[in-house]
């Protein structure tokens, strides 16, 4: 069983940034890959960025060069950079983490409001 737990989210202007942190109750490194999905309301759970454990890194057109995904394996931590926020980035955002099983966090909420 694999928990992961979100943080980071918030209100935030057209224009501003937010790092979402994603923690791991167990060891990352042994984790292939991770990722950060999100969910628009009326709108399906889309892929936002994944990141493997020899840190290949894999975007969602809509955000990259705006988004950047890490993960401290120290930390047991994922984290995604999100800079020059839209209205259209407003959705709860989801951590993944794919062993054998594909575990999710309970989300955190991103909104982009003026």
């Known amino acids: 069983q694999v928990r992961l737990v979100e943080s980071g989210g918030g209100l935030v202007q057209p224009g501003g940034s937010l790092r979402l942190s994603c923690v791991a109750s167990?060891?990352?490194?042994?984790?292939?890959?991770m990722g950060w999905y999100r969910q628009a309301p009326g709108k399906q759970r889309e892929l936002v960025a994944t990141?493997?454990?020899?840190?290949?890194?894999n975007y969602a057109h809509s955000v990259k060069d705006r988004f950047t995904i890490s993960r401290d394996n120290a930390k047991n931590t994922v984290y995604l950079q999100m800079n020059s926020l839209n209205a259209e980035d407003t959705a709860v955002y989801y951590c993944?983490?794919?062993?054998?099983?594909?575990?999710w966090g309970r989300g955190t909420q991103v909104t982009v409001s003026s």
């Open positions: 990141i493997t454990s020899t840190d290949h890194t």
């Open positions: 167990i060891s990352i490194s042994s984790i292939n890959t």
């Open positions: 993944r983490a794919d062993v054998r099983t594909i575990y």
